[in-house]
C-alpha cells in the first residue's frame, strides 16, 4: 500500500508522483513531417526533464512514481500535470480527476476520495489548496465558485479535523500566484491578498510578473494563438502551429498568465525545486536559508506548468504535532 499524508507544502517530502506524457511513437501517423519533428522534440524533451526530474528527487531521498501510458486522447490533456488532479489534505488523497492512468496507483492508496462530479470539482487540487499546518489557504476559480456546494462541504469536513480553512477571495491556480517555500516567507506577485492581516511579521518577495510583452518571440506568436502557449524557435512554424489550435488545443493552456518564478516544489524546508533562474527570487531564498534547486522543463511553456504543477507530493513527514 502507498501512504499519504500532508500538512505543510515544506514538510520533508518522501514520496511524489511526476506527470508523464504520451511518447512519439503514439503520433507516427502524422503525415506533415514538419509537424512531426517538433511535437516529437517537444515529446522526448519533456520525458527527459520528467527523468530527470525523478533523478534529482531520488537523489533527495524522494519516492517517485509515474502514471501509466495509455493510448493517446488528444480530446484531454496527458497526465502530466498530477497537481490539477488532486489533493493529499491530512491523511487523505482527494481525486478531482480519476484518471486511467493513475490506476495502478490508486490501487495501492488504502484512505482515498474520489470527488463527486460536479462544476467546481477541480478546486479539491493543491494547486488550488495552500497546505500550511493547521490551516488551509483555499483559491478559487471563477465567479460565484467559492460559494459553491462543495467548497461548503469540503471546508466544513477539513474544520471537523481541526483545519481552519480561509477560503479566498483570489481566483485561479494559487500555485502559479503565490509559494510559502517555509514557515515565515512567501514568494508572491502582487495584490493577490492582504499579506499583513493574514501572515503578520512575515518576509514577502513580490515578483514582477509584467515581463511576456519584452519577448519579442513570444509577442510574434501571441498574435496567432492569443498568448495560449509558446514553443521558443518555432514562431513561424505555421503548421504545427495550425496542428495544435485543431488538434491539440484542449492540452495547453495559458500560459501568458503563468509565473514560473513563483511555481516550486518544496523537498524540505532549506530546499526548494524551481524551474529557472530569477535573481531577485535566488536572493529571497538564500536570504531565508533555503538553497534553491533548479529543475529545468523546457517545454513549459506549451504545456502551461511548472515543476509544483507537474508534480503531486503524495507522503510528506509531518516535523511539528
Not at 16 to 29: A, M, N, P
Not at 69 to 80: C, F, Q
Not at 286 to 303: L, Y
Request: hydrophobic share 30%.
Amino acid at each position: 500500500m502507498i501512504p499519504v499524508k500532508g500538512y505543510a507544502t515544506y514538510d520533508k517530502l518522501k514520496t511524489c508522483l511526476v506527470g508523464r506524457t504520451y511518447s512519439k511513437e503514439q503520433f507516427q501517423d502524422i503525415k506533415n513531417q514538419k509537424v512531426k519533428d517538433i511535437l516529437f522534440r517537444i515529446l522526448d524533451e519533456t520525458e527527459e526533464d520528467y527523468q530527470n526530474l525523478c533523478k534529482v528527487l531520488n537523489i533527495a531521498g524522494v519516492e517517485t512514481l509515474r502514471p501509466d501510458v495509455i493510448e493517446v486522447d488528444t480530446k484531454h490533456r496527458p497526465a502530466n500535470q498530477p497537481r490539477d488532479d488532486m489533493a493529499v489534505i491530512g491523511e487523505t488523497l482527494y481525486v478531482n480527476n480519476n484518471r486511467p492512468e493513475y490506476k495502478s496507483i490508486l490501487d495501492r492508496v488504502h484512505n482515498k476520495v474520489i470527488v463527486e462530479d460536479c462544476e467546481q470539482q477541480k478546486l479539491v487540487s493543491s494547486s488550488f489548496i495552500h497546505r500550511l499546518g493547521s490551516s488551509l489557504h483555499w483559491g478559487t476559480n471563477k465567479p460565484g465558485w467559492r460559494d459553491s456546494a462543495l467548497v461548503k462541504k469540503y471546508s466544513e469536513q477539513w474544520h471537523n479535523e481541526g483545519f481552519d480553512v480561509d477560503v479566498m477571495e483570489h481566483e485561479g491556480h494559487g500555485d502559479c500566484t503565490w509559494c510559502v517555500p517555509k514557515d515565515g516567507c512567501i514568494v508572491t506577485l502582487f495584490e493577490i491578498q492582504n499579506y499583513k492581516d493574514k501572515f503578520p511579521g512575515w518576509d514577502i518577495c513580490y515578483v514582477e510578473d509584467k515581463y511576456w510583452d519584452q519577448m519579442s518571440p513570444f509577442r510574434k506568436v501571441k498574435q496567432k494563438n492569443g498568448g495560449k502557449w509558446w514553443v521558443p524557435g518555432e514562431e513561424d512554424s505555421d503548421d504545427f502551429s495550425n496542428y495544435v489550435e485543431t488538434y491539440l488545443k484542449d492540452w495547453v493552456g495559458y500560459v501568458e498568465e503563468t509565473v514560473f518564478e513563483v511555481n516550486m516544489l518544496s523537498i524540505d524546508e532549506n530546499t526548494i525545486l524551481v524551474n529557472n533562474y530569477n535573481k531577485q527570487v535566488f536572493n529571497f531564498l538564500e536570504k531565508n536559508k533555503v538553497t534553491p534547486v533548479i529543475a529545468p522543463f523546457r517545454h513549459r511553456w506549451f504545456w502551461d506548468g511548472g515543476v509544483h504543477c507537474v508534480t503531486q507530493d503524495l507522503y510528506r513527514e509531518r516535523s511539528y504535532t
